[in-house]
């Protein structure tokens, strides 16, 4: 359960939302309408636009709890215990031998069913 109240969007925080979508909009316009300039300005103006939504858009109440969210996320990727090379490659070894072993069952069971259903029908011309 979270213990956090919810907050509500105030009609500034709408505002602010509506006008980072515009931005990212207007920067995607602008892009194709610059056809005609070196792609490299027209995708740094493109990120530029976008740094700037972004900034817009973090300064309302559901850009804050994103933040807040990305900030937690990378405090529990911190918490995490990773395998190491030699329990990788081990588990990687017992994963592709289990699915041979599945693959060959499958396929000793399919050839079992086909020659069934073609001794029932009669084929085998």
Same mark, same amino acid.
Request: glycine share 12%.
């Given at each position: 359960m979270n213990a956090q109240p919810e907050v509500e969007s105030s009609g500034m925080?709408?505002?602010?939302?509506?006008?980072? @979508? /515009?931005?990212? +909009? !207007?920067g995607i316009v602008g892009f194709y309408y610059f056809a005609d300039q070196s792609q490299l300005l027209r995708v740094l103006g493109?990120?530029?636009v976008f740094a700037v939504a972004?900034?817009? @858009? /973090?300064?309302? +109440? !559901?850009?804050?709890?994103?933040?807040?969210?990305?900030?937690?996320a990378r405090t529990e990727l911190r918490k995490v215990v990773w395998p190491s090379r030699q329990e990788t490659i081990q588990t990687t070894l017992v994963?592709? +031998?289990?699915?041979?072993?599945?693959?060959?069952?499958?396929w000793l069971v399919d050839s079992i069913l086909f020659a069934i259903v073609r001794a029932l029908i009669g084929g085998g011309g």
């Open positions: 925080d709408i505002a602010k939302l509506v006008l980072a @979508g /515009l931005l990212v +909009a !207007a493109l990120l530029a972004a900034v817009v @858009g /973090l300064q309302t +109440a !559901a850009g804050r709890g994103l933040w807040r969210f990305g900030g937690d994963v592709m +031998a289990v699915v041979l072993v599945m693959a060959l069952f499958m």
